[in-house]
């Protein structure tokens, strides 16, 4: 009866917007340790399916020419900066002994927007419930330092607002990260660093479809070479077009985007309860190597971009 209170519990809050993804995620991993998840219940199976929901409403918080028109100038920053973390993703993971869907994870999430992008991509190349959730432990611990480091740099350096925001919206992993750095380092730094990133986030569908076809070119050996693209990738495309071009819905695609949001907390909550000490254990320190050496090549590079 406990384990089936808490989950209820936070549910609830997760729904209402009251807790935080990096809390759900360490308190599904709390839960899960003190053996508190309700039997004959698959957190997993659960957590995938409302992903995929979870995803096509953040579409609609993509404004697709807005999006383009603010990044104009940084496109070119934006697509080498992604392309560049993905490659070192592969071969720094490699170099580490890693499982290659595991550095591909976390390439993601460093090269586009961080839990969104993980759960995206996850389901592509068919990754395990555990190596997601390892991926965005990790993520959402570097986005936590970063919320809380960027702006002193920021200000030590003397960036102005818009430099500032920009290199905030490349940098730092996670959308919630970003807005609450640039919240707190000035206004035009929010606007450029809300827009900047989510045109950011246009960039799960290409890298989920070639993720996608990579996946089925490796597997084809196995006999499973069919191209995992899922479902949600079509309604997240749709959700933004909407979102886009039918503006007369804008406050119900607020509350929509926003229930995404809300979805997405709750599912790392699910996630967090399939996570084990001993899977943990099992990966080791290298993912978080990983993600650390890569956060510094983009944080480091795309300020040195910007400053030229």
């Known amino acids: 009866m406990l384990p089936l209170l808490a989950f209820v519990l936070v549910a609830v809050l997760a729904l209402a917007g009251l807790i935080s993804s990096p809390l759900a995620l360490a308190v599904g991993f709390v839960l899960a340790g003190f053996g508190m998840v309700p039997k004959h219940f698959n957190p997993a199976q659960l957590a995938k399916r409302l992903l995929a929901v979870s995803i096509v409403l953040l579409g609609f ?42 550095a591909h994870l976390i390439g993601s999430g460093t090269a586009i927007c961080g839990g969104s992008a993980i759960a995206a991509v996850g389901p592509a190349v068919r990754a395990r419930s555990d190596q997601m959730a390892l991926a965005l432990a990790i993520v959402f611990i570097l986005n936590s330092v970063a919320l809380l480091i960027f702006p002193p740099i920021g200000h030590f350096l003397n960036l102005d607002q818009y430099t500032f925001g920009l290199w905030a ?44 076809w990579v996946a089925a070119r490796y597997n084809k050996k196995t006999g499973h070479a ?8 079509g309604g997240f495309i749709a959700a933004a077009l909407i979102a886009s071009y039918l503006p007369s819905g804008d406050v119900a695609y607020g509350y929509l985007f926003l229930l995404g949001k809300r979805l997405l907390v709750l599912c790392l909550f699910l996630i967090g309860l399939s996570l ?11 993912p978080l190597l990983l993600a650390l050496i890569l956060w510094l090549v983009i944080a480091c590079g795309s300020l040195i971009w910007l400053l030229w």
């Open 61 to 102: 918080g993509i404004h697709i020419d807005t999006a383009l028109a603010v990044t104009g100038d940084a496109l070119g920053l934006i697509v080498t900066s992604i392309v560049v973390t993905l490659v070192l993703a592969l071969v720094i993971g490699r170099w580490l002994g890693l499982e290659t869907t595991t």
């Open 169 to 212: 919206a490349i940098a730092i992993h996670d959308t919630s990260s970003v807005v609450g750095a640039a919240e707190a380092y000035g206004d035009e730094a929010l606007l450029v660093a809300t827009t900047a990133k989510l045109a950011r986030a246009l960039w799960i569908l290409p890298v989920a479809v070639v993720s996608a």
């Open 226 to 233: 069919k191209m995992a693209l899922p479902w949600f990738i």
């Open 276 to 286: 084990t000490l001993k899977r943990i254990r099992a990966a080791g320190f290298k």
